[in-house]
């Protein structure tokens, strides 16, 4: 039995369950059409848009981009030949970890919640597992018990919301203090320059992922367990140099030093996450959109880019008309977009936007 309010679903069931929850919800729903097949390029057609699929074509008056997270892509340095080795993993969501079940030497790149999902998963005796990431932090836990909420308020500059954080947390659990904020990220990221933003990015994200992105009670549990007992070793340093033999040979500088370190693995694993330069996507309709100048990256890497309601602006930033982005595609403007809460509310402002304009 878990205590109430504290139980970790998956998402599938969080998506069942709001299914079922929206059918009585004022509004007659409109007929859901479920195609299986992959979109693969847009065009512009008189007042709307023609999207091609791997099985025929589709006409919408109204688009919206509701891709997830981006697949994995390997981090820079990474040459076609180390991507092709059966050694090498670029996308952990797809690995079978059957397929190496004798690699003994394991190197993880990156240490975020993808790393911990993969090390659970490869965890086995007499296997020697590896993290390595640019500052080495591991995510934070969930309290077993809810903690006390937190009721301030957060403002101002980056560094005057870090001052204000460290003054909460003397006083409070800090996970209640990172759950308050929570709910004001958006209006403060919306309110920073994109220098600060920059340097919010540049100094504070790495803080505010492990802390804010945290582990429930069981991973953690296991993670620590394999760090206790030696089955997991979590570095800080810089990737600098991969090689494909039989083998995959890594170079590495740790975090401050300036002399390289060199060591074989027999299997590397990418846990650096989704994709989130989206000019790196392979995504077919992404690039299309990108080479057609229907959509342009946000500047500081983060999807694309897109105005104050989630409408893509073109290459020239002007909108595209009937264009939408929704989710993570959208966290240059919005920041916060991959917890429930956040998805909720932009898809419910979303929708009140497209139905004003065809109701």
Not at 209 to 223: E, F, K, Q, T, Y
Request: a positive charge.
């Amino acid at each position: 039995m878990a205590r109430p309010g504290r139980v970790h679903h998956p998402r599938r069931l969080w998506r069942l369950s709001s299914g079922l929850a929206g059918r009585g919800a004022g509004r007659r729903p409109r007929p859901l059409n479920l195609i299986g097949a992959e979109a693969q390029s847009i065009d512009r057609r008189d007042d709307g848009w023609r999207i091609l699929t791997s099985d025929g074509e589709v006409a919408a008056d109204q688009v919206v981009l509701a891709l997830g997270n981006l697949e994995p892509a390997s981090p820079p340095g990474v040459e076609d030949a180390v991507r092709a080795s059966p050694a090498y993993v670029e996308n952990p969501w797809r690995f079978d970890p059957q397929t190496a079940r004798d690699a003994r030497n394991v190197l993880l790149i990156g240490s975020g919640l993808t790393m911990v999902d993969a090390a659970i998963t490869l965890r086995q005796p007499g296997r020697r597992l590896t993290a390595l990431s640019r500052h080495g932090l591991l995510p934070r836990a969930h309290a077993t018990v809810p903690p006390t909420p937190y009721a301030g308020a957060f403002s101002g500059s980056p560094a005057e919301i870090l001052r204000q954080i460290r003054a909460a947390t003397s006083e409070a659990d800090w996970r209640a203090v990172f759950d308050r904020l929570r709910r004001s990220a958006r209006d403060i990221w919306r309110g920073w320059s994109r220098a600060e933003r920059s340097r919010f990015l540049r100094h504070l994200r790495p803080l505010w992922d492990v802390h804010r992105h945290r582990l429930s009670p069981g991973p953690a549990r296991d993670i620590h367990s394999m760090l206790a007992g030696g089955e997991l070793t979590i570095l800080a340093g810089k990737l600098t140099d991969l090689k494909a033999t039989d083998v995959i040979e890594v170079s590495w500088r740790p975090r401050g030093k300036k002399r390289a370190i060199k060591e074989r693995f027999d299997l590397v694993v990418n846990c650096t996450g989704p994709l989130g330069v989206i000019s790196k996507s392979t995504e077919p309709m992404i690039r299309d959109i990108l080479d057609k100048g229907y959509g342009r990256p946000d500047p500081l890497g983060l999807g694309l880019q897109v105005d104050d309601e989630g409408g893509l602006l073109d290459g020239a930033g002007a909108p595209a008309r009937g264009l939408h982005a929704i989710g993570p595609l959208t966290r240059g403007a919005f920041w916060e977009m991959t917890a429930v809460p956040d998805l909720r509310g932009q898809a419910r402002d979303l929708a009140a936007r497209i139905l004003s304009d065809h109701p």
